[in-house]
Structure formats: C-alpha cells, structure tokens
C-alpha cells in the first residue's frame, strides 16, 4: 500500500526558513513528476513547485528566488526549502506523486503539513 507523509512544517517569523520532506513508501514504479501545492482554509489548492524526473523543476511566480525544491529518487522522496518566508505563504503544503502517461499511471496526494509564517 502507497503512503505519502509530509514532514517539516511549523511555525516560523517572517522572514524566516523551513524545510519539508516528502516520503513515499510502497512505490513499485517511480513517479514522473513530484511536487508541491498548498491551500489557504476558503481558497483552491495553488501549485508551488514541481519536479520532473530529468530534474527539471517549476515555480508559481510567488515563490520563485525563495522556495527551492529537489528530491530523492532513490527513496521517492521530495523536499521544499523555504526562505525569505512571508505570512502570505502560511497554508498547508500538500506532496503529489504522478505517474503519467506511462503506466501504470497513478496519482498520490499526501495528507498535508501546516505552515504558519507570523509577522
């Protein structure tokens, strides 16, 4: 069975930095794409940064200079790091795996880390 934790959220003052991890534990295939969104409580899930298996990696425009992620294929894992934090960016972070169109295609979500930047 496929597990996906989040670790790594806190919180953290402005301007402060934080690091999270991603562990996927079950994966028999490996993901083509890792990532990682967040959700404001009364707003959609935004996408903050994603990274392809040629290592290849996008940014929404708001974090790009601060946030840097990269990941583990050997351990299916992912990470954030997270500097210059604002409160704008206190929401919970969400870790996605996707296997497409390659099969078999999956797609797995982790239940999510808090983040919570003060002013």
């Known amino acids: 069975q496929v597990q996906v934790v989040e670790s790594g959220g806190g919180l953290v003052q402005a301007g402060g930095s934080l690091r999270l991890s991603c562990a996927a534990s079950g994966i028999i295939f490996k993901p083509d794409t890792m990532g990682w969104y967040r959700r404001v409580p009364g707003k959609q899930r935004e996408l903050v940064a994603t990274i392809v298996s040629n290592g290849s990696a996008n940014y929404a425009d708001s974090v790009k200079g601060r946030f840097t992620i990269s990941k583990d294929n050997a351990n299916n894992s992912v990470y954030l790091e997270m500097n210059s934090l604002q409160p704008e960016d206190t929401a919970v972070y969400y870790c996605?795996?996707?296997?497409?169109?390659?099969?078999?295609?999956?797609?797995?979500w982790g239940r999510g880390t808090q983040v919570t930047v003060s002013s």
């Open positions: 996605r795996l996707i296997r497409f169109p390659t099969p078999p295609t999956y797609e797995y």
